[in-house]
């Protein structure tokens, strides 16, 4: 292979590249025909390693987290990697099954400060070092070019939208979404200025706002709830709305607050649902004319902010459907189906518990009356139970015990001493139990213990009956 005859063929043409990703994507054509490598060139745009051009293979890694794989590695430390096994190197990213070495350079501004990669990769037998510096000395024309033509791409406003999306998903509070979703605004449209606004509750200022986001803030404190209310309202009933840029021109009523702190631009969309939604303000106190797609960007940026607020809102629901009995302190439907999911068959017991007569109670006392005898007979089933069995109210005088043995006739001594708890206090209570069978889904097995309660129900109350197994 005649190496100076490589770089010249590729080097040939980058001075005519007019942009980037032409001096990338000729860079690899014409390497391409020197060798059968897999040739890729990774930028380095905002946080990420982006592949600008690529031929030889099936697919691409369109985007590499910094430091990730022999690529990230090579980025990372300015240091070209040779790899005549990639089997052995455990940063090997795998793009073709059959590929076995792979050599990796740092492409350089001419700084010396690393820009990206040329990365080739090989699946027959090659002699690394040759290429070593042949694919240097392309890279280094690579950055020079680069440099000369404005350095790497910027990252185009979707990918930023991406970028952001990944922030909104993992924030861990409402608040933390709104913030998120305000910054993305602002840096995809290019306007100064975003608020969110869900529930009647305008999202947190950022730490250093600006003058125009803290007169809004403050006119829109003045004007009141209605007027925030008028603006959810509009939007959700016409749509996403932007202003030309043009003078002369008055706003609609609803937005004379906003008008008053000085907003001459503003993009406004509506966010979730009508009766719990709200609405993305995206302003700025010049005169702009915001494009069609800038609306489309905020439009979908409004969707992934209330699809991770509509998550932090049903997690907070699990969560508190989890929660203990607000009444007796016991655990309830939430845990209760985790623990019974995890239910061994032969081993794991339930004991589905009625408290008899509770209806008379509370119809004859009341249901504050009901209610102590309640909290009562849960201390006294828990008293009787062992060291780690587990009780929970599923219903309102249902109770249901989650018990350990080593045999059913366990069990059932187990249920007498609830029931014998039981008439300590001055009540009784019915009781089946049934053992989970091999295959046996949670909900059929307590089905079982309820039939075998409601047995002992019909036979007089106040008993314990074993379902057959």
Same mark, same amino acid.
């Given at each position: ?56 293979a ?30 052995? &190197? ?49 890279? &280094? ?9 404005g ?8 990918e ?60 829109l ?50 966010v979730?649902?009508t &009766? ?49 009995d ?30 008899d ?92 213990? &309820? ?8 036979q ?10």
């Amino acid at each position: 292979m005649d190496h100076q005859r490589v770089i010249r063929d590729v080097t040939v043409r980058l001075p005519m590249a007019s942009s980037t990703p032409e001096a990338c994507r000729w860079t690899v054509t014409a390497l391409s025909r020197h060798t059968p490598a897999t040739i890729s060139v990774l930028l380095a745009v905002h946080d990420r390693l982006r592949c600008v051009a690529a031929t030889g293979a099936w697919q691409v890694f369109a985007t590499v987290p910094a430091g990730t794989g022999i690529v990230g590695r090579v980025y990372a430390t300015g240091t070209p990697a040779v790899v005549p096994d990639v089997t052995v &190197d455990p940063d090997y990213l795998p793009v073709r099954p059959d590929v076995t070495a792979e050599l990796c350079v740092p492409v350089l501004d001419p700084t010396g400060r690393a820009i990206g990669v040329l990365d080739l990769q090989w699946s027959e037998p090659t002699d690394l070092e040759p290429w070593r510096e042949t694919a240097q000395r392309l890279a &280094d024309g690579l950055g020079a070019r680069i440099a000369a033509l404005g350095g790497p791409p910027a990252e185009s406003r979707s990918e930023k939208l991406l970028r952001h999306a990944a922030a909104l998903s993992s924030a861990p509070t409402e608040g933390e979404v709104m913030g998120a979703a305000a910054r993305a605004a602002r840096e995809v449209s290019t306007l100064s200025t975003a608020l969110l606004l869900i529930g009647g509750q305008l999202g947190p200022s950022p730490a250093t706002p600006s003058d125009l986001e803290t007169r809004i803030r403050a006119e829109l404190a003045a004007a009141g709830p209605a007027a925030l209310d008028r603006m959810v309202e509009r939007a959700h009933r016409y749509g996403a709305g932007y202003t030309l840029g043009e003078a002369g021109h008055p706003p609609t009523e609803d937005y004379r607050p906003l008008t008053r702190a000085g907003v001459r631009t503003l993009v406004a969309v509506p966010v979730g649902p009508t &009766d719990a939604g709200g609405v993305l303000l995206v302003a700025d106190e010049r005169a702009l004319r915001p494009d069609p797609t800038t609306v489309s960007l905020m439009e979908l940026l409004a969707g992934q902010s209330w699809t991770s607020v509509d998550r932090l809102r049903t997690l907070a629901r699990l969560r508190e459907q989890a929660s203990s009995d607000p009444l007796t302190g016991l655990r309830h439907t939430g845990p209760f189906g985790q623990r019974i999911a995890a239910a061994t068959p032969g081993r794991t017991a339930l004991l589905a518990i009625d408290v008899d007569g509770f209806k008379t109670v509370n119809d004859t006392y009341g249901h504050q009356a009901g209610d102590r005898v309640l909290v009562g007979l849960a201390r006294a089933l828990e008293g009787a139970l062992r060291h780690g069995d587990e009780l929970y109210r599923i219903g309102g005088d249902e109770f249901v015990a989650v018990i350990e043995v080593s045999r059913p006739e366990e069990a059932v001594r187990i249920a007498e001493r609830l029931t014998e708890a039981a008439r300590r206090i001055g009540r009784t209570i019915s009781v089946g139990v049934a053992l989970p069978r091999p295959g046996e889904t949670p909900d059929r097995t307590l089905k079982r213990a &309820d039939q075998a309660l409601y047995a002992v129900k019909r036979q007089g109350r106040d008993g314990v009956l074993l379902s057959a197994a």
